[in-house]
């Protein structure tokens, strides 16, 4: 809904979020990526009032269940965006990581 199918910021909701949502595929992305492999999901943990992606939704109309976040979770969340944004570097023709 707010990074878009290839994680480049460009979701429906990706402009009604405060603040925007970034794109998760550029290079300062990868860099902080290859330096810091939790950085995708320490953002969703250290968000300023740790309700940043549930408000943004709910706000927009999607239907937000109640959640706990666990740690299979948060890995899910990391291992995915790894792979999504390995994937649409792919596509632009750069390795794959």
């Not at 949502?21 to 250290?46: C, F, H, M, N, W």
Request: contains cysteine.
């Amino acid at each position: 809904m707010c990074h878009g199918v290839e994680a480049r910021g460009d979701g429906p909701l990706a402009r009604k979020s405060h603040p925007p949502t970034p794109d998760l595929t550029t290079e300062a992305y990868r860099k902080r990526l290859a330096v810091y492999p939790g950085v995708i999901v320490a953002s969703i943990i250290l968000q300023p009032d740790g309700d940043l992606i549930p408000r943004t939704l709910r706000e927009n109309g999607v239907r937000v269940p109640s959640h706990s976040w666990t740690v299979r979770d948060f890995r899910d969340i990391d291992a995915y965006m790894k792979r999504i944004i390995g994937v649409a570097h792919a596509r632009d023709g750069q390795p794959k990581r």
